[in-house]
């Protein structure tokens, strides 16, 4: 283990919690092996950047998101490093300037039946051009969806694979969405 890894404990969590708090970081208590006072979500994101670790896993390699449910940083790609954290920050933002709503829109609408992220993320990989692990294809694909989504075009037909809090944290792997018809 690294000096620096900072260590996320869960506190209790009232049946009422705001569950956007807690999946970015509330009611937890923060420690640093160092024996630094990380009294906030805030100050332990703070060493971790002072400390070179990833400020969404502080330096652990996974994401805590609910109690009882974690996985691979998707922020460090599972590094805990800030070096590997900055350089997918980049690709995103690289991401949303490739990957348009426009392009999205235009590849999904021929599609005539439900269809999955998986499959619009592999046709815009291909259309695009763009090789495997050079940018986070999927995840902006996903944004897209869900923009269009909000935006009154798509409907999200897939269960969720798992809730995570009750049905107000909902964990999807692989939805289907269709356009809505008029």
Same mark, same amino acid.
């Given at each position: 283990?690294?000096?620096?890894?900072?260590?996320?404990?869960?506190?209790?969590?009232?049946? !009422?919690?705001?569950?956007?708090?807690?999946? &970015?970081?509330?009611?937890?208590?923060?420690?640093?092996?160092?024996?630094?006072?990380?009294?906030?979500?805030? +100050? +332990?994101? #703070?060493? +971790?950047?002072?400390? !070179?670790q990833c400020t969404t896993c502080l330096g652990t390699t996974?994401?805590?998101? =609910?109690?009882?449910?974690?996985?691979?940083?998707?922020?460090?790609?599972? $590094?805990?490093?800030?070096?590997?954290?900055?350089?997918?920050?980049?690709?995103?933002?690289?991401?949303?300037?490739?990957? $348009?709503?426009?392009?999205?829109? !235009?590849?999904?609408?021929?599609?005539?039946?439900?269809?999955?992220?998986?499959?619009? +993320?592999?046709? =815009?990989?291909? $259309? #695009?051009?763009?090789?495997?692990?050079?940018l986070p294809v999927g995840p902006r694909v996903r944004d897209v969806l869900r923009q269009l989504e909000a935006?009154?075009?798509?409907?999200?037909?897939?269960?969720?694979?798992?809730?995570?809090?009750?049905?107000? =944290?909902?964990?999807?792997? !692989?939805?289907?969405?269709?356009? =809505?018809? &008029?």
């Amino acid at each position: 283990m690294r000096k620096h890894t900072i260590a996320a404990m869960w506190e209790e969590i009232p049946d !009422d919690a705001d569950d956007l708090a807690l999946v &970015n970081g509330g009611f937890r208590v923060y420690l640093c092996l160092c024996g630094k006072s990380l009294p906030d979500r805030t +100050a +332990a994101e #703070l060493h +971790a950047m002072e400390t !070179d670790q990833c400020t969404t896993c502080l330096g652990t390699t996974t994401e805590d998101i =609910v109690p009882g449910y974690s996985q691979k940083c998707t922020a460090c790609a599972g $590094t805990g490093r800030r070096k590997a954290q900055l350089t997918w920050e980049l690709a995103h933002a690289e991401a949303e300037m490739v990957i $348009t709503v426009e392009i999205v829109r !235009d590849l999904i609408s021929g599609f005539t039946e439900p269809f999955r992220l998986s499959q619009v +993320a592999d046709l =815009v990989r291909d $259309t #695009l051009r763009l090789p495997v692990g050079r940018l986070p294809v999927g995840p902006r694909v996903r944004d897209v969806l869900r923009q269009l989504e909000a935006m009154g075009e798509l409907v999200l037909i897939s269960a969720p694979e798992q809730l995570l809090r009750g049905t107000t =944290v909902m964990l999807y792997r !692989d939805p289907y969405w269709e356009h =809505v018809r &008029n």
